[in-house]
């Protein structure tokens, strides 16, 4: 168990839909980073946020954005969701962000989108 | 930028043999290396880094890598596998941004 927690586990929804994944970190870190993984792109890093701000971005899509919170929790919002965007997100954590640092990942969140 | 290759996208070993799993980077400075392990449906458990000094890191169940500067590869090695070894294997290196850089993974069959 890595310390870090994502809820929910799985999510099916239709395409168009808006969802929001949410991810608490291990105590005492204050990064917090969004990846993706799919069959075809692989793990892919999406955005980092560092104690409620915004660090460094990657490829993520305008239709998606997130933010960190003031109890260092993050949420990820999909929206307008295809089909493509079918995949695993995982959140990862770590304690400030810079390199090196180490990152512990939650189990992630399954999407599927029908 | 910094990136690293694992050329095998699937390795079969018999449990109890041993193991060697390939990750080559490209990095300007001493890289800062990690191996991660994905089991089935779940989520990424690190297993070692390598951040500077002995050039032989030991990690959990069991493995150890060695970073080799000359040959640019810090490959994860264990002993002897057990059937709960079978999983997806990544090499990792930091991408620039504190992102981390992912390979594409090797993913590890294990037979009786």
């Known amino acids: 168990d890595s310390g870090v927690t994502q809820t929910p586990k799985h999510l099916i929804t239709a395409t168009g839909q808006r969802v929001t994944l949410r991810c608490s970190p291990r105590?005492?870190?204050?990064?917090v980073y969004w990846y993706q993984q799919s069959l075809d792109q692989g793990l892919q890093f999406l955005i980092q946020?560092?104690?409620?701000?915004?660090?460094a971005k990657g490829n993520i899509l305008e239709r998606f954005s997130a933010q960190q919170f003031p109890d260092l929790h993050s949420e990820l919002n999909l929206s307008s969701l295809e089909l493509g965007d079918s995949a695993l997100y995982f959140c990862?954590?770590?304690?400030?962000?810079?390199?090196?640092?180490?990152?512990?990942f939650g189990p992630g969140t399954r999407l599927t989108v029908l | 930028a910094q990136s690293v290759t694992q050329p095998d996208i699937h390795i079969t070993v018999s449990e109890g043999a041993s193991l060697e799993l390939r990750c080559n980077y490209s990095?300007?400075?001493?890289?800062?290396l990690f191996w991660y392990v994905q089991s089935p449906g779940q989520g990424l458990q690190l297993l070692l880094k390598?951040?500077?000094?002995?050039?032989l890191v030991q990690g959990i169940k069991g493995f150890e890598a060695e970073f080799k500067r000359s040959q640019s590869s810090f490959n994860l090695r264990k002993p002897s596998v057990h059937w709960s070894d079978a999983a997806e294997y990544f090499c990792?290196?930091?991408?620039?941004?504190?992102?981390?850089?992912f390979g594409t993974g090797t993913r590890l069959t294990i037979i009786p």
């Open positions: 990862a954590s770590s304690l400030q962000g810079g390199s090196p640092d180490t990152q512990y």
């Open positions: 105590s005492g870190d204050l990064s």
């Open positions: 946020y560092y104690n409620g701000e915004e660090r």
């Open positions: 990095y300007g400075a001493t890289p800062y």
């Open positions: 390598y951040f500077s000094g002995d050039t």
């Open positions: 990792a290196v930091p991408g620039g941004n504190e992102k981390l850089t």
